[in-house]
């Protein structure tokens, strides 16, 4: 994912982040048996950016007036409605899932997985599972052309991800993932290459497809009852096919958890830093980009009664600043929503 896709990830990683994701796997269930969740509800996004057409709802312009400009600001409200189901082998502790897991909802990481958790005692969980989207997102397939409208074009991914949780019964969490990114139709400076603005051997430069590579490490602290900080630290290799957008990727989140009876609580924030492999043949220059981000997440359990039923509200902000104005993002959203756990 480049970092103009990435602020889609940030609305909903800073939304509703590390909730789960950060925080140990949920234990498998000590009986056999069919168990999972279903996550609904709505939310409203404002986000700019010059690149991403959106999944549901508009998030940028179709159409804009210069490829040397800011993107506009433009606002979407969407419902949302997801899950996931597993099923528990209790005498051998394993358990087989399907469908988009509430860690990865948390990260609004929305690719399906199919995969396998297994308990190894009071050495953690492994797990690994095959990742594939569901929902594709839409970008522009040439994101370069102005004062006309943008075809779009649907980006998906499919890959595989291997962890290991609470390592050796501490609070180390371990994960790695690999996805192969693909578009419908990559066109990237198409129009440009057609103006005589850049050459074709140039064009291929700015190819957006390519291998998405994921190393993850967090650690989970219990400062006292109730009171969890999760730092986590994330290596992105990004080796694109335009090696003007292939990149390296290091980031950091930290989280504060805190739960009381019914209630809890998370704030996060986040900051990455992404380096270009080449000079960007449109602006002479190779691409650097800072983004720094912060949420706010509340739940409130066993709604009108019933364990299983949850609501949830958040507020987030993101914002990604790149040495080229093209490429400068911002996100801001809110969510509200229930979760429903059988």
Do not use: C
Request: proline residues 3%; glycine residues 8%; without cysteine.
């Amino acid at each position: 994912m480049n970092h103009v896709y990435s602020a889609i990830a940030l609305i909903g990683s800073f939304a509703f982040s590390t909730l789960l994701h950060s925080a140990p796997l949920k234990p498998i269930p000590k009986e056999s048996g069919f168990s999972g969740s279903v996550v609904g509800g709505a939310s409203a996004v404002e986000y700019s950016s010059n690149l991403v057409a959106g999944t549901s709802g508009k998030l940028s312009d179709q159409t804009i007036k210069s490829i040397n400009a800011d993107p506009e600001t433009e606002s979407s409200v969407a419902p949302f409605i997801t899950g996931e189901v597993n099923y528990t082998f209790a005498e051998s502790r394993t358990q087989a899932y399907l469908g988009v897991a509430l860690e990865d909802l948390v990260r609004y990481d929305l690719a399906f997985q199919l995969g396998v958790k297994q308990e190894l005692s009071k050495k953690g969980i492994v797990y690994g599972a095959f990742l594939f989207s569901a929902l594709p997102t839409e970008v522009y397939a040439d994101p370069y052309v102005a004062n006309v409208a943008r075809a779009r074009t649907d980006r998906s991914s499919t890959g595989a991800r291997l962890g290991w949780q609470n390592v050796l019964g501490t609070g180390l969490g371990l994960e790695v993932s690999s996805r192969e990114i693909e578009l419908d139709e990559e066109n990237a400076g198409a129009d440009l290459v057609t103006n005589n603005v850049i050459t074709a051997d140039e064009q291929t430069l700015l190819n957006r497809e390519g291998t998405q590579t994921e190393v993850t490490v967090s650690y989970l602290f219990r400062i006292s009852k109730g009171h969890l900080v999760v730092p986590e630290l994330n290596f992105d290799r990004f080796d694109l096919d335009g090696k003007a957008r292939a990149r390296d990727r290091m980031g950091a989140t930290l989280a504060y958890f805190y739960t009381r009876s019914t209630w809890s609580f998370v704030g996060t924030l986040f900051y990455s830093s992404s380096d270009y492999d080449e000079l960007n043949p449109i602006y002479g220059k190779k691409e650097e980009v800072d983004t720094i981000g912060a949420s706010l997440v509340l739940t409130y359990g066993q709604l009108f009664g019933y364990k299983d039923l949850s609501v949830f509200g958040s507020v987030a902000a993101a914002e990604s600043d790149s040495n080229i104005d093209f490429y400068d993002q911002d996100a801001s959203s809110a969510m509200l929503g229930l979760i429903y756990q059988f």
